[in-house]
């Protein structure tokens, strides 16, 4: 029996069928970015560890969250931002909070992180970080 292969990209993957049928990407696989928005800051954290590639933390794949705590929901039209909805006023948009990819320093290997040591300094997804 052949050794299990783990796939890092939909490219990788092929699809064993009816040749007309084109693979789609099951969301929350990792390959469509999307936003999660039912996490504490330490597990937001702890996910962003657990990212060994820089395009799944901060690249073309990463996902964004969103701090219900603070009213922040995913709108999914809207990728690294949160909605805040307000009875009786307009609603806004936010900055949602996204993972960092720390580049090799010395003897310390590249990783994937977030800063959660208050909820004033979670990463914000920047400009750069938008799609």
């Not at 003897?107 to 800063?115: E, F, G, P, R, Y």
Request: a negative charge; proline letters at 3%.
């Amino acid at each position: 029996m052949a050794a299990a292969q783990a796939f890092d990209s939909v490219a990788d993957v092929r699809v064993v069928g009816d040749a007309a049928e084109e693979a789609q990407p099951v969301q929350g696989s990792g390959f469509n970015p999307m936003c999660i928005g039912h996490m504490s800051a330490s597990e937001m954290k702890s996910k962003c560890e657990a990212w060994t590639s820089e395009e799944k933390c901060s690249g073309v794949r990463h996902d964004w969250f969103c701090d219900l705590s603070k009213g922040a929901e995913c709108k999914h039209e809207k990728n690294n931002e949160c909605l805040h909805v307000r009875e009786g006023a307009a609603d806004f948009y936010t900055p949602a909070i996204c993972c960092v990819w720390v580049p090799t320093t010395g003897s310390v290997a590249a990783h994937c992180t977030l800063d959660d040591t208050s909820s004033d300094t979670l990463n914000k997804c920047t400009v750069s970080e938008r799609r």
